[in-house]
């Protein structure tokens, strides 16, 4: 290789280095409509902020601040008397969303409080309209069992069970004792069933999590209907933003599970909740 | 108490009376029946007409009543629905036009009804009326109507003997075109000519001008009614619309009853009427696949017309999402046309805590948004807004309008106060891409209150304590760990790996054992001795040792004996090895022969002199033979 054209070459990288390492990158267009919106919330524009904080929901935005900030915005414009239907449950959705997706505790925590505010209100408003105030139904045994941990945490059962299992095989195998070998068969049994449990709750909770997607209510109630789209009578109206689980989609409308209620709600009333990427 | 004074109690009484049963009346249906004539000859069609709206429930199940004297040749029923918007509430009334043709069959007076229909699970009755048959011969002269068409003869404009009057037919026109009865101006248009008729005498043809839109965006359906130039006119007993229960369907003809001019075209070969009875504006509200029913009508039954029902074809309609790249903030879904925004803004002074009006108006064709949501600020209260529209056919095939939304804003803050400004953005289809009408709302200068409200009198905030916004993006929390799901192979294999580990182990160490086993087995059989004694045998025939070699081909001779014959003949005295050899059925001449060289080896083992090797040589050969001939004889 020649030098000189190496000398140049290297000249023009060193003189191009500080350009490329240029530390103060350019705000994206996500970050400047966050920003915008921001900037109007504090300005007591709720709703512009809102149409921002929609328009970056919108763009794929899944961040746990901006759901934080889109809840308030929701709530801000009920406070400014400019209230929409809903958007008592639109803040409910979005402090929901940010305490899930939260990174800090702190910001998981105060999602969780503002959002019991939230709701609060909508069970004053229900209260004074005589109607149910319960947003929390309960949960049927199944889910709530795999709640109890979580999926690796099952899979991790299911793991040390199949350890535990092979090591007290071999223990039996080996011991010539009589009492080692009750103890070796009765830890054998054991971790076997720790290895069904585990497993079997490992794809529960894998098959659960691809068929239900978490939501919560946006519009001022929503009246259960069967598959016919017939409302259900003995059913109650499951209040705006309570959370409930969506199970499927059909034309229009989303099949939910809310407590031991399973039926058929428009699917607009119910807004999904965003998954960590 | 005066009489004046009594007079005045009773008056008053009454006008309660008046005032409550009215009150009472006003949940309970508009209903109006008639019949186009009171008196006609024998032969002739009464037509009976119920108009019926309500407030409550979709009117259901009409009934003639008593049609004594009559037979119900035909009958139609059309359900309509009115929308009103008044003071920003909406209010809708249902109703139901139904038609009856009744032939009078004998000489007489007769009731007709009363006429019933249910609304809200309950019976509603108009009538009855008195018609009076007289024999054909008298009947007074009138516009004689085809047979077979329930809604001729004008009976829905006239003032019937219920007093209605002013029913709807809104199969008028279509009726009309089947009994030739339509406009005139005839024209020819080639855009309408089919490859073949759908039907024969006459038949229904639905259009679309676009199979693929986005939320939101006008369809236009047009349907046609053809008939055919050279058969009798058919007359129609039914008629049932087209449903489309995904769009909002908006009549982009002032009055589907009023006349439209027919145009000619070829079908076929065939020469048909063709006339446009109905063109909508549809809007679908959701994506998919969306269908728009058949419209459905039945002719009179006759050789020419074949099956009397005829269908128009069933619209498919492909509907899809506006992009969402460069989707503004704001846009509501199903926002679609092109729109301009005008606001008005009166007074532009006032005190705190009082109140002015907007006048927003907006302009355009397409979907015009039903709502709109005003730019909530802290200290501005807009209440509900009062809607008022002129809506219709526009710029041709396209729907639209206006529709002002007047709301009255209460400011409680003091100073310039700025309003903002509306945006709504939409989709524009023309165009393929977004656009914005907005309205700037400018300045209300608010003048501070002369009797300041006192912080007791303001209602409590419950959400006061809600926390600051977040002005950075802080990320989310990494999506938890999946083993089962990414890691399928390892996750297998850490539930699997101890135990098949212990089983792998249990496996070879039984097998091993197993094998040593066999090995041993193998070992102790007679079979391995006879191969080891064989092999010795050889072996101290090459050692040239005669006294070895008798022993070995005589130890060769009794394994051969166990292994071929099952006899053991070592510990056998003269004579008894050729006993048992017999015994197990080893041919004789091979008996003696085992016989003959074990005594041979015998003697030549115990022999004091050393024994030749020659011998000893040849008697193992000998001996080979002898195993040979026993094997094979086993």
Not at chain 1, 183 to 198: D, E, K, Q
Not at chain 2, 290 to 295: D, G, I, K, Q
Not at chain 2, 599 to 609: G, L, T, V
Request: hydrophobic share 45%; proline share 7%; with cysteine.
């Amino acid at each position: 290789m020649r030098p000189v054209p190496l000398a140049a070459a290297f000249a023009l990288a060193l003189a191009a280095r500080p350009a490329l390492a240029d530390p103060t990158p350019e705000p994206s267009d996500d970050t400047v409509l966050l920003q915008s919106a921001v900037s109007k919330l504090h300005d007591g524009r709720p709703g512009e902020a809102i149409a921002d904080f929609e328009a970056l929901a919108d763009h794929g935005v899944v961040d746990a601040s901006v759901s934080f900030d889109r809840g308030l915005a929701y709530a801000a414009r009920v406070r400014a008397f400019g209230e929409q239907p809903g958007d008592l449950g639109q803040a409910a959705h979005g402090l929901l969303e940010a305490k899930n997706l939260a990174k800090s505790r702190a910001l998981a925590d105060e999602a969780a409080r503002a959002l019991g505010l939230i709701r609060a209100e909508v069970g004053r408003r229900r209260a004074r309209a005589g109607e149910p105030v319960e947003f929390d139904p309960g949960t049927a045994l199944g889910p709530a069992f795999l709640h109890l941990l979580p999926e690796d945490g099952w899979a991790l059962l299911a793991i040390i069970g199949s350890f535990v299992l092979g090591l007290a095989l071999f223990v039996r195998r080996a011991a010539t004792e009589r009492r080692s070998q009750i103890a070796a068969s009765v830890t054998a049994g054991v971790a076997i069933l720790l290895l069904a449990l585990g497993t079997t709750s490992t794809f529960a909770a894998r098959a659960r999590r691809a068929t239900v997607t978490p939501g919560v209510i946006v519009t001022a109630g929503a009246r259960p209907t069967d598959e016919r789209g017939l409302v259900l009578a003995s059913a109650p109206v499951v209040p705006e933003a309570a959370e409930v689980e969506i199970l499927g989609h059909r034309a229009g409308w989303a099949r939910i599970r809310w407590g031991k209620l399973v039926a058929w709600i428009p699917a607009g009333s119910v807004r999904p909740i965003a998954e960590p990427p | 108490m005066s009489v004046a004074r009594g007079w005045g109690l009773f008056t008053a009484l009454l006008f309660c009376a008046l005032l409550v049963t009215r009150a009472a009346r006003a949940d309970e249906p508009e209903m109006s029946a008639s019949v186009d004539t009171q008196r006609l000859g024998v032969g002739e069609i009464l037509r009976l007409t119920l108009h019926v709206a309500s407030s409550r429930a979709q009117p259901s199940r009409p009934d003639p009543g008593s049609t004594a004297g009559f037979t119900v040749v035909g009958s139609s029923s059309a359900p309509t629905t009115q929308v009103t918007i008044n003071n920003g509430r909406m209010t809708s009334q249902r109703g139901l036009d139904v038609a009856w043709s009744l032939r009078a069959e004998k000489v007489g007076a007769w009731s007709v009804g009363p006429v019933t229909v249910q609304v809200g699970g309950q019976s509603y009755r108009a009538g009855p009326v008195r018609v009076v048959v007289v024999p054909a011969s008298q009947a007074p002269p009138r516009a004689q109507p085809d047979p077979f068409d329930p809604f001729g003869g004008g009976p829905f404009g006239g003032g019937g003997p219920f007093g209605g009057g002013g029913g709807l037919d809104p199969f008028k026109s279509l009726m009309d075109s089947l009994n030739g009865r339509g406009g005139s101006q005839y024209g020819t248009d080639p855009k309408l000519a089919l490859d073949a008729p759908l039907g024969a005498v006459a038949f229904l043809h639905a259009a679309a001008d676009v199979t693929s839109v986005v939320v939101g965006q006008q369809v236009t359906v047009s349907m046609y009614l053809y008939t055919d130039a050279s058969a009798r006119d058919p007359g129609m007993l039914d008629v049932h619309e087209a449903t489309a229960a995904d769009f909002v369907k908006r009549t982009l003809f002032e009055d589907d009853n009023s006349e439209r001019s027919t145009v000619r075209t070829t079908v076929g070969g065939r020469v048909f009427n063709v006339r446009l009875i109905r063109k909508w504006a549809l809007f679908p509200i959701k994506t998919g696949d969306l269908t728009v029913s058949a419209m459905e009508l039945t002719l009179q039954k006759s050789r020419a017309t074949g099956d009397p029902l005829r269908q128009s074809e069933v619209l498919t309609i492909h509907v899809t999402e506006p992009p969402t790249l460069h989707r503004p903030p704001g846009y509501v879904l199903g926002d679609v046309g092109r729109f301009t925004l005008a606001a008005d803004v009166t007074p532009r002074d006032i005190e705190q805590d009082g109140a002015i009006g907007v006048t927003l108006s907006l302009d355009g064709t397409g979907n015009l948004p039903a709502m709109i949501t005003p730019p909530a600020q802290t200290g501005i209260e807009w209440l509900p807004p009062e809607v008022h529209e002129t809506v219709g056919a526009k710029d041709g095939d396209h729907f639209g309008g206006t529709r002002r939304f007047a709301f009255v804003v209460r400011i409680h803050k003091s100073g310039d106060v700025q309003l903002g400004a509306i945006r709504i953005p939409f989709w524009d289809p023309a165009r393929a891409h977004y656009d914005l009408a907005r309205a700037e709302l400018g300045t209300v200068t608010v003048r501070p209150s002369a009797t300041p409200k006192s912080t007791a009198d303001q209602p409590p905030d419950p959400l006061v304590a809600l926390p600051d916004v977040r002005a950075q993006m802080g990320g989310t929390r990494p999506a938890p760990g999946r083993l089962a799901e990414k890691r399928p192979g390892l996750f297998v294999l850490a539930l699997t790996v101890t135990p098949l580990a212990f089983f792998l182990f249990a496996g070879v160490s039984g097998m091993v054992r197993r094998m040593r086993a066999r090995a041993a087995e193998r070992a102790a059989s007679p079979e391995t001795e006879l191969r080891t004694k064989l092999s010795l045998a050889e072996r101290a025939a090459r050692d040239a040792d005669a006294r070895a070699l008798s022993a070995a081909t005589a130890r060769a001779l009794e394994a051969a004996t166990v292994v071929y014959a099952d006899v053991h003949v070592r510990d056998a005295r003269e004579g008894e090895a050729l006993q048992r050899l017999l015994d197990a059925g080893v041919e004789e001449w091979i008996a003696n022969q085992v016989e003959t060289l074990l005594a041979e080896c015998e003697a030549a083992r115990f022999s004091p002199d050393a024994p030749l090797l020659e011998p000893a040589r040849k008697r193992w050969t000998q001996a080979r033979g002898t195993i040979q001939a026993l094997r094979r004889g086993a």
